[in-house]
């Protein structure tokens, strides 16, 4: 294939029509202030159509919110049971726990391997059973085995995190503005007194007046934390320094303690804040921006799918998501280099001038 001229690629990005038997091309930003001033009307109506377009979408995505919430109370009973199997509230009877895995059987141990288990059994038997209860640290698994959270979590968090029974979504109630609510419920603790530490997520379905064309459904826009009572000595979102100051005049030195922020998942339900009038800087964007991805994806992922992601089939099912996306824009960019380079073939290129080598 040969190489595209340098014409051809700028024709790509352009759009050619015919007014008064003309024919013009024109780059694509340009074309409506080219226009006869008659179409250029119309374009200008088709527009304001389009206007109105976007704001019956944000009225549609209300409703899909409602519906959200409506739904959520129906998934809420059976997230109460997961919540009653993982902290042993309930024991789940024999038919609650009758699951067909095709991989178990064919995973079936052979006859050596079943004699052997059949021994350490019966010497088990002899010593005193284990009985865990419930499914211990089922959520700081989920924590540990999600990239995503895992790089918030620190080695201090994770004794508090055993700590956490459940998380729940809480959607805002009817003519309340658009929001969500992420819960975190403890057990009694000796870190904190709080029994739910949750987190708003506020969120808007409307089109920007300034760019309306730019709405693509709801977003999240600001979002808000709780104040957490650590117990005296527990709170892991600070630390103490210890720095040595000298007296100018007397030249004697003192130790004086500081404490300075602490890298933590609890810093989580203290988010920054900006006010509403200021635009925020780059770094406070992009810490919203990765704040608003999280709570998206507790809400979406995290809580619907927990077992999924104890178990680690949701963390395979997103692997193999993401390398087939990965494998696509493999094969697009070498579909482009194709392109580019044409049927070039090393061997059969001929040997250039001196002169040209340089160029």
Same mark, same amino acid.
């Given at each position: 294939?040969?190489?595209?001229?340098?014409?051809?690629?700028?024709?790509?990005?352009?759009?050619?029509?015919?007014?008064?038997?003309?024919?013009?091309?024109?780059?694509?930003?340009?074309?409506?202030?080219?226009?006869?001033?008659?179409?250029?009307?119309?374009?200008?109506?088709?527009?304001?159509?389009?206007?109105?377009?976007?704001?019956?979408?944000?009225?549609?995505?209300?409703?899909?919110?409602?519906?959200?919430?409506?739904?959520?109370?129906?998934?809420?009973?059976?997230?109460?049971?997961?919540?009653?199997?993982?902290?042993?509230?309930?024991?789940?009877?024999?038919?609650?726990?009758?699951?067909?895995?095709?991989?178990?059987?064919?995973?079936?141990?052979?006859?050596?391997?079943?004699?052997?288990?059949?021994?350490?059994?019966?010497?088990?038997?002899?010593?005193?059973?284990?009985?865990?209860?419930?499914?211990?640290?089922?959520?700081?698994?989920?924590?540990?085995?999600?990239?995503?959270?895992?790089?918030?979590?620190?080695?201090?968090?994770?004794?508090?995190?055993?700590?956490?029974?459940?998380?729940?979504?809480?959607?805002?109630?009817?003519?309340?503005?658009?929001?969500?609510?992420?819960?975190?419920?403890?057990?009694?603790?000796?870190? *904190?007194?709080?029994?739910? #530490?949750?987190?708003?997520?506020?969120?808007?379905?409307?089109? =920007? !007046? +300034? @760019?309306?064309?730019? %709405?693509?459904?709801?977003?999240?826009?600001?979002?808000?934390?709780?104040?957490?009572?650590?117990?005296?000595?527990?709170?892991?979102?600070?630390?103490?320094?210890?720095?040595?100051?000298?007296?100018?005049?007397?030249?004697?030195?003192?130790?004086?303690?500081?404490?300075?922020?602490?890298?933590?998942?609890?810093?989580?339900?203290?988010?920054?804040?900006?006010?509403?009038?200021?635009?925020?800087?780059?770094?406070?964007?992009?810490?919203?921006?990765?704040?608003?991805?999280?709570?998206?994806?507790?809400?979406?992922?995290?809580?619907?799918?927990?077992?999924?992601?104890?178990?680690?089939?949701?963390?395979?099912?997103?692997?193999? *998501?993401?390398?087939?996306? #990965?494998?696509?824009?493999?094969?697009?960019?070498?579909?482009? =280099? !194709? +392109? @580019?380079?044409?049927? %070039?073939?090393?061997?059969?290129?001929?040997?250039?001038?001196?002169?040209?080598?340089?160029?």
């Amino acid at each position: 294939m040969a190489c595209r001229s340098q014409e051809d690629r700028w024709t790509d990005r352009t759009a050619s029509t015919t007014w008064r038997g003309v024919c013009m091309i024109m780059p694509l930003p340009l074309f409506p202030s080219l226009l006869p001033k008659a179409v250029k009307r119309r374009v200008y109506a088709l527009k304001k159509l389009q206007v109105q377009c976007a704001n019956i979408e944000a009225k549609f995505y209300e409703e899909v919110h409602e519906l959200e919430r409506k739904y959520a109370g129906l998934y809420q009973p059976l997230f109460d049971k997961r919540r009653d199997v993982v902290t042993a509230t309930v024991e789940p009877t024999d038919e609650d726990c009758e699951w067909h895995n095709d991989r178990e059987e064919e995973e079936e141990l052979a006859e050596e391997l079943k004699k052997k288990a059949a021994v350490e059994e019966k010497e088990e038997d002899a010593a005193p059973e284990e009985d865990p209860k419930g499914i211990p640290e089922f959520w700081l698994t989920i924590f540990k085995s999600v990239d995503m959270l895992s790089d918030m979590l620190q080695e201090h968090d994770e004794p508090i995190l055993k700590h956490l029974q459940d998380i729940q979504v809480k959607f805002s109630e009817p003519g309340e503005p658009m929001s969500f609510t992420l819960e975190f419920h403890f057990e009694p603790n000796g870190f *904190f007194n709080n029994a739910v #530490l949750s987190k708003v997520y506020k969120m808007k379905s409307e089109p =920007d !007046d +300034d @760019d309306p064309f730019s %709405f693509e459904g709801p977003e999240i826009f600001a979002c808000e934390g709780c104040q957490i009572d650590w117990h005296k000595g527990k709170d892991v979102t600070v630390k103490t320094i210890k720095k040595k100051q000298k007296h100018k005049g007397r030249g004697t030195v003192r130790t004086v303690s500081k404490q300075v922020p602490n890298d933590s998942f609890f810093n989580f339900f203290n988010p920054i804040k900006v006010s509403p009038d200021e635009e925020p800087d780059e770094d406070a964007e992009f810490t919203l921006a990765t704040d608003f991805e999280i709570g998206h994806f507790f809400r979406e992922r995290i809580v619907p799918r927990a077992v999924l992601y104890f178990t680690g089939e949701a963390l395979e099912d997103d692997e193999s *998501f993401e390398e087939e996306e #990965l494998e696509e824009g493999i094969e697009e960019e070498q579909d482009g =280099d !194709d +392109d @580019d380079e044409g049927d %070039f073939d090393p061997k059969k290129e001929e040997p250039q001038p001196a002169e040209c080598k340089q160029q």
